[in-house]
């Protein structure tokens, strides 16, 4: 059974037709080698960086942008966003703080990506 793919590796967006599994997995439409990667790992263990806000305390900065440091498994997507969601920041954090060490069990660090200095807003 085929199915079809955007590849997201890179600015071009081949449209991938990938057919087969493990060793018979065949890929077309790649430009890149990259494409053959990103179809292997798409169709047995799909995963994201996360990029979304946090609440915080602090009426100058009510929200905070913060992003996983690596990728954490599709399937966990959910799970993830239900426990940032109950996240409140309550000190002023700095891009690369950690927010959360292990989010939702993934093993993966929920971290800041703005500067909460006094009166600042400065996007990393």
């Known amino acids: 059974m085929a199915k079809e793919l955007i590849c997201i590796q890179c600015p071009q967006g081949c449209r991938l037709q990938v057919s087969g599994r493990g060793e018979g997995l065949k890929v077309r439409g790649n ?5 053959i990667a ?9 995963s994201r960086t996360l990029t979304t806000t946090v609440r915080t305390c602090f009426p100058d900065f009510p929200v905070l942008p913060v992003r996983t440091r690596g990728e954490v498994p599709l399937a966990r997507i959910f799970a993830c966003m239900e426990e940032i969601n109950a996240v409140r920041v309550e000190r002023r954090l700095r891009p690369g703080d950690v927010v959360l060490d292990r989010l939702a069990g993934t093993g993966v660090p929920l971290i800041a990506t703005a500067d909460m200095g006094e009166g600042k807003a400065v996007y990393h």
């Open 31 to 35: 430009k890149c080698a990259r494409g």
């Open 38 to 46: 990103y179809a292997g790992k798409e169709l047995t263990n799909p």
